[in-house]
Nanobody, 122 residues
Framework: QVQLVESGGGLVQAGGSLNLSCVAS????????VAWFRQAPGKEREFVSS???????FYTNSVKGRFTISRDNAKNTVYLQMNNLKPEDTAVYYC????????????????WGQGTQVTVSS
């Protein structure tokens, strides 16, 4: 049974930092692309960042230079370091795993975590 478990969310002031973690089990972790998505109230789930098995990383434009994704295959874990947080970053953050080449669409991801809330106050 595949499980993805996120942690590290919380309440932070604008300009602050959080480090999200996603721990995977039940899959050959180092063969999957792992991504972070986020969903704010009333909005669609959107792509934030991903890291391929090759360690190639991708970011949506709004987080470039502020967020850093990384993976530790020995720990079956992907991290999302979020710096200089803004109120518009407020959302539930989900990690997801995929073996597909396309990375932006949520429909390409087979496995999802339950999400962790990130709230940035102004």
């Amino acid at each position: 049974q595949v499980q993805l478990v996120e942690s590290g969310g919380g309440l932070v002031q604008a300009g602050g930092s959080l480090n999200l973690s996603c721990v995977a089990s039940g899959l050959t972790f180092d063969t999957y692309t792992v991504a972070w998505f986020r969903q704010a109230p009333g909005k669609e789930r959107e792509f934030v960042s991903s890291v391929r098995p090759t360690d190639n990383t991708f970011y949506t434009n709004s987080v470039k230079g502020r967020f850093t994704i990384s993976r530790d295959n020995a720990k079956n874990t992907v991290y999302l370091q979020m710096n200089n947080l803004k109120p518009e970053d407020t959302a539930v953050y989900y990690c997801a795993a995929s073996k597909r080449v396309a990375i932006i669409s949520p429909s390409n991801y087979a496995y999802w975590g339950q999400g962790t809330q990130v709230t940035v106050s102004s």
